[in-house]
């Protein structure tokens, strides 16, 4: 006679699920607020002129600036929020302390819309621009709790055939935000008077989040979806016997208990995991410096379809552009979540190495179409300047530039979107028994650290590393492919359930 399974999942899951990926989403809607319009902040804010086309100077410095606050203020908060996920109702208080604050972000921003005088928008005072700065920050805050939550979520949620999907599902939100901005401000902002409308549109969306947490928000299921779910709760939450007693499984076999270790005892097992800090390591710096590459895509392309197009219309390019990468990251991760679930289990890391292929070739065709010099440096001749040209020339007639340009960030977008679930889920098979959420706080910490280093230097540094960004990204990722290739991996979760199931 079958025996039945234990463990059983719930129809709310979806419910956590929608309302971690939306705030997911949003949080990476507001960061990217005022890097998607620079020009139209700078002239709102009076940070240049009403007859300036470019971003430079003192815009240029704080638009960065907003922009950095995301992957630095995320370094301190995320042990914070991986101790919080730790915790029996980690996930709901996460979920509703980063909606809050994303909330009330906007609403700081709002608030020089709301107070600021025509004539105070020549000359804008300091502690107007703080409002933003401060807006921005909590903003940061948020993403520094929600965005190590994925495979906690999706592990305490979800049954093992469902964990690498839901995990995509909430991973590329982030990116789906991002996507969303790149249509949702082209579409609003055509002057800098529609700055204001913007912001209050973003509010309205950020309380959506915050009510549905409220309304209905569950510490966790009733019972355990799987082997590994029943290892992350409190044996004081779930005993051993509620779970298993009633199936005549031996909870007293040392490898199958539900023992719990403390947060501190997972740092100090996690640190003698050197394959696993490797992972990390390489994972953080690929998706780290590809992630930034993407945010300043108005930097690397404004001077070049500048050139050929009207400042709004220059903008519209890049917000497709935009647009199409992160469609591209949305297909690649629903599309590698069910694919890995049914084919790849326990083989993470060959599919991992066929998106890194791919992902190095796309990227070597876009260093290729465009130049390694940024388009608006110049080759200095004598008395003569010279504009820096592609390495190849792409034909004006028919757009056929920006043909090239929106195929390539799209295909991009869908190596990147898949490897990003597979970068979280392979790192919680190699730490288990520790917890997903330190786990992949680890990946994501090390995403940020590696991603706020180019915001850094492009902030108080020279333009160089962004007028090379391109060639930077293309070798960071051949190191963290062949990086891969050498790094040995087990699959001890996959292999602890599959131990469960023949018991």
């Not at 908060?77 to 730790?86: G, H, M």
């Not at 990468?325 to 991992?352: A, N, S």
């Not at 110049?378 to 929106?406: F, R």
Request: hydrophobic content about 45%.
């Amino acid at each position: 006679m079958e025996r039945q399974s234990p463990f059983k999942v719930y129809t709310e899951r979806w419910y956590t699920l929608a309302v971690f990926s939306y705030i997911a989403a949003l949080q990476c809607l507001v960061w990217n607020t005022f890097s998607q319009a620079p020009v139209y902040v700078g002239r709102y804010y009076g940070l240049i002129s009403k007859n300036h086309t470019d971003c430079d100077g003192r815009c240029a410095s704080v638009t960065n600036l907003l922009l950095v606050w995301g992957p630095l203020l995320f370094i301190p908060v995320s042990p914070i929020a991986v101790w919080i996920l730790t915790k029996p109702s980690g996930i709901k208080n996460v979920i509703r302390l980063g909606s809050t604050l994303t909330f009330l972000g906007c609403i700081i921003r709002m608030l020089p819309c709301l107070f600021m005088t025509e004539a105070q928008r020549l000359t804008v005072p300091w502690y107007m621009i703080a409002l933003l700065h401060t807006g921005q920050m909590l903003n940061a805050i948020s993403g520094g709790l929600v965005l190590a939550g994925p495979s906690k979520v999706s592990e305490r949620w979800f049954a093992a055939e469902q964990r690498t999907t839901a995990t995509a599902i909430m991973s590329i939100a982030n990116g789906i935000g991002g996507t969303v901005g790149f249509l949702l401000c082209p579409a609003i902002v055509h002057s800098e008077d529609d700055i204001p409308r913007l912001l209050y549109i973003q509010a309205g969306i950020a309380a959506v989040p915050m009510i549905a947490s409220m309304i209905r928000l569950s510490d966790g299921p009733p019972s355990p979806p799987s082997h590994a779910a029943h290892r992350s709760i409190s044996v004081d939450i779930v005993p051993c016997n509620t779970v298993y007693e009633q199936q005549s499984v031996n909870c007293d076999n040392e490898e199958l208990s539900s023992q719990k270790l403390t947060f501190f005892q997972e740092l100090a097992l996690m640190t003698t995991m050197k394959p696993f800090l490797w992972f990390a390591f390489c994972s953080g710096l690929a998706s780290g410096v590809a992630a930034i590459w993407l945010s300043i895509i108005q930097v690397i392309l404004g001077p070049f379809l500048g050139q050929r197009y009207s400042t709004d219309k220059a903008q519209s390019a890049i917000g497709l552009i935009g647009f199409l990468e992160g469609i591209g990251q949305i297909v690649g991760g629903v599309v590698t979540g069910p694919v890995c679930d049914r084919y790849y289990q326990g083989r993470i890391k060959v599919l991992l190495a066929i998106l890194y292929v791919f992902a190095i070739l796309t990227l070597a065709a876009i260093t290729v179409v465009l130049p390694f010099s940024h388009y608006h440096m110049h080759i200095i001749h004598g008395d003569k300047t010279k504009q820096a040209s592609p390495l190849v020339a792409l034909p004006h007639e028919h757009d056929m530039d920006l043909i090239i340009l929106n195929i390539l960030f799209t295909a991009f977008g869908v190596f990147q979107g898949s490897q990003l679930p597979l970068f979280y889920e392979l790192g919680v098979e190699m730490t288990f028994p520790i917890e997903a959420g330190t786990s992949s706080g680890l990946y994501v910490l090390l995403f940020n650290i590696f991603a706020v280093i180019p915001l850094l230097v492009t902030q108080f540094g020279s333009g160089f590393l962004t007028s090379y960004m391109n060639l930077v990204t293309l070798a960071v990722t051949v190191f963290c492919f062949l990086a891969l290739l050498i790094t040995p991996t087990k699959y001890k979760r996959l292999e602890a359930e599959r131990k469960v199931k023949s018991f």
